[in-house]
């Protein structure tokens, strides 16, 4: 499995544009997460994922942020507008749940978005 | 909800010499407790995790112990090697109906050669 893939790597936009996210999990994962991370915050979490449905989104920060998941394949985390403060490392991560015991969360390699 | 306090926020040992990160954490219904190292620009992996029903898990190098009466658990690395240079965060989760990881804030650890 080539593990979880996230596009884009890099991004660079400017204030006020919308940026859109994409995240693909590992096959056959039920559990999908989004974090951020900043040297202030560290590594937060935005919202997670079962089995497609938003299960908590406590993490994201204003109504500017939406994540959809429209299938168990592909998840995109959504900013709009885009502020410079939004600048961050975003990652997505997924883990499975086997015999009712939750395994390891496989992170994917991260976007870093600039916002100017 | 879960908050996971770690520490110290950096650490820089010698190498061949031993390195300690400590973490508390303050929900006592937490009963599986990660570690990842995140290297430069790199995603966290995990290299080790424990559950609640044991106290010590080690491998090769590293190790985990818990207390879950004191309501801590701490990464214990020996032998230290430049290698083992990275961030490490500790992280607690309940096992059933929340998935959710509070991770600590991070250690930046320098092995000096």
């Known amino acids: 499995d080539a593990g979880v893939i996230q596009s884009p790597r890099h991004e660079v936009t400017e204030m006020g544009q919308e940026v859109t996210l994409r995240c693909k999990p590992i096959s056959g994962h039920d559990y999908l997460f989004w974090y951020r991370q900043t040297m202030m915050r560290g590594l937060e979490l935005l919202i997670y994922?079962?089995?497609?449905?938003?299960?908590?989104d406590s993490g994201m920060p204003e109504d500017r942020f939406s994540a959809k998941m429209p299938n168990a394949s592909f998840s995109t985390l959504k900013i709009q507008p885009s502020e410079p403060r939004d600048s961050a490392v975003y990652f997505c991560a997924s883990s499975s749940t086997g015999t009712g015991v939750p395994n390891e969360q496989y992170f994917g390699p991260g976007t870093r978005l600039t916002v100017t | 909800g879960e908050n996971v306090e770690q520490h110290p926020s950096t650490l820089s040992v010698q190498e061949g010499d031993s390195a300690v990160i400590k973490c508390t954490y303050s929900d006592s219904a937490s009963n599986y407790f990660p570690w990842y190292k995140q290297e430069l620009g790199k995603r966290p992996q995990l290299i080790i995790d424990i559950r609640s029903n044991v106290g010590e898990k080690k491998d090769q190098r590293i190790a985990v112990t818990l207390n879950k009466t004191a309501k801590h658990f701490s990464l214990h690395i020996t032998e230290t090697q430049p290698e083992d240079s990275a961030v490490y965060f500790c992280?607690?989760?309940?096992?059933?109906?929340?998935?959710?990881?509070?991770f600590g804030t991070g250690t930046r650890l320098t092995i000096i050669p």
């Open positions: 992280a607690a989760r309940r096992n059933f109906g929340n998935e959710k990881l509070t």
């Open positions: 994922f079962n089995n497609n449905v938003p299960i908590d």
